[in-house]
């Protein structure tokens, strides 16, 4: 999604449950039957960028899979275990087809579209499946060329994605409320984000939700997926902008506080995300790392904060240091600094001592006929009455909470399904206003 939150935030989330945190499935979070208005209902399909690079390869799984152009002709099929490379040729996307011996077979598509789907007749064994970057995925392949580049584009039934999704986002071992939660709000999400006009709907990092492939899936995220079937956010008519983050650090934000626009269903609620490994948290900036973030006025050694949200978050701030002062806006400060969030707080330790005695600078023809007359003239200073420039000081920044603040905190719905709240209590609190209904009623 769009929301400040790397990599680094699902290792935070196993870090979590791995330090002792209690993660035991509440006994009220048994499964739930599948709603009676979703049996049957045609399922959304979204189109998912996997990887966008100069050339891909992939390789299909434990069933047969087909090679077809544009213009949906069958070019070739890949018996299990064979590795397709895509590679751009001129103008044309060609695909090279590495067998378990042999040379590679290459075809040409002029189109520059090539779809991966089951082969023919496949059915009754093995699902059919295809690996690309050591990770498998369920559904189609669109691979296309864009500029100099091309495009693994996944087509997948909503529902299909979404197991993966939950337990790429959400630790699978958190209760079955939390993860229902999740659910829907990744379902609404993914669904609001389709664009038709587009060539694809989503990415699978946190530019738009986490997806992982079927490794990240789990008998716990597809009885959530499973159990809230089709259900998804809406206020008036219209599917919710149904972001999350991973922290709030005890308040969530308003988005209008955040974003341009306030929505009358993401409004600041209190969070329940104390069990959260950064819930409070602090972070050390040694000066080299400040000279880097702040190239433009070599360094900081004051950080103002000017104004803030009504949770507290950084609006804006002044950053003094030896070349000038800057204007930043919470967000890049957040970036220039590496920070989990904008809900901080900043003091700077008083800088090292020089080491004593001082090291002396090199004297070299300080002494000769010519470097004597300069001393005496003035036009030099003496190397061991050089003014030393002052010690640059480190930044101890103090904060609370990881990502934007906006909308449901995954730590948060943890807490609330410990209390034993469930799912639809829990969305309602951090979707203020919004209903759950299903998709096919829109």
Known sequence: MTRCRSRALVSLLRFGWRAGLPLALLPAAVAAPIPMEARGAPVPLVRV??????????????????LGDGAGRTLLELAPGARLQFVLSGAALEARLQGPAGSPRRLSLPSGQAWIDPAPGQGGGSEAMLTLQQRRYRGRLLVRSEGDRLQAINLIDVESYLPSVVGSEMPASWPLAALRAQAVAARTYALRQRR???????????????????????????????????????????????????????????????????????????????????????????????ARAFREINGAFRIEVLSTTGSGRIRQARVTGPGGTLLLTGAELRQRLGLRSTLARFDFEAPRAYPFPPPLPSL???????????????????????PRPPAAPTLLVSGRGYGHGVGMSQWGAYGLALRGDDYRQILQHYYQGARILPYSSL
């Open 364 to 386: 070299q023809g300080m002494f000769t006929p010519e470097g004597i007359r300069s001393l005496a003239s003035g036009m030099v200073q003496a190397p061991w009455r050089s």
């Open 49 to 66: 960028l996997l990887q966008e690079a100069p050339s891909l390869e992939l390789e299909a799984d434990s069933a047969p899979l087909r």
């Open 196 to 290: 038709p006009e587009a060539p694809f709907d989503l990415k699978a990092t946190v530019a738009s939700q986490v997806y992982k492939g079927v490794e990240s899936e789990t008998d716990s995220t597809r009885e959530a997926v499973r159990s809230t079937r089709s259900q998804v956010l809406v206020h008036g008519s219209a599917l919710i902008n149904a972001v999350f983050h991973s922290s709030s650090g005890g308040l969530t934000e308003n988005s209008g506080d955040l974003w341009r626009q306030q929505l009358p269903y993401l409004v600041s609620v209190p969070d329940f995300d104390q069990a959260s490994p950064v819930h409070a948290w602090q972070l050390r900036i040694e000066p080299d790392k400040l």
